[in-house]
């Protein structure tokens, strides 16, 4: 069962950066698309950033500006550039990704706090 590993997570203070790395440890076939999740304890998990086979890229209205996702189909990789953090990202980041016949796969998660 192909597993995917996030990594990158930590304390930043306020304003700092992060990059979240997420790597599949085999491959992945017929991938659709690959994202950013986050979750804070109590609320539901929310798309944070996303990025399709064809490169087309949505954020979250609350990352816009200051979030980049990037992918590499071929290496299964996808990786999160997190820039100007604020208190409100302190979450954990869970990387997703997607492929044909209905095959999804998360990772574990990261834990991102924004603290000063």
């Known amino acids: 069962q192909v597993q995917l590993v996030e990594s990158g997570g930590g304390l930043v203070q306020p304003g700092g950066s992060l990059r979240l790395s997420c790597a599949a440890s085999?491959?992945?076939?017929?991938?659709?698309?690959m994202a950013w999740y986050r979750q804070v304890p109590g609320n539901q998990r929310e798309l944070v950033a996303r990025?399709?086979?064809?490169?087309?890229?949505n954020y979250a209205d609350s990352v816009k500006g200051r979030f980049t996702i990037s992918g590499n189909n071929g290496e299964n990789t996808v990786y999160l550039q997190m820039n100007n953090l604020k208190s409100e990202d302190t979450a954990v980041y869970y990387c997703?990704?997607?492929?044909?016949?209905?095959?999804?796969?998360w990772g574990q998660g990261t834990q991102v706090t924004v603290s000063a």
């Open positions: 990025i399709t086979s064809a490169g087309s890229t």
């Open positions: 997703f990704v997607g492929a044909r016949w209905g095959r999804d796969y």
């Open positions: 085999g491959r992945i076939f017929g991938i659709t698309v």
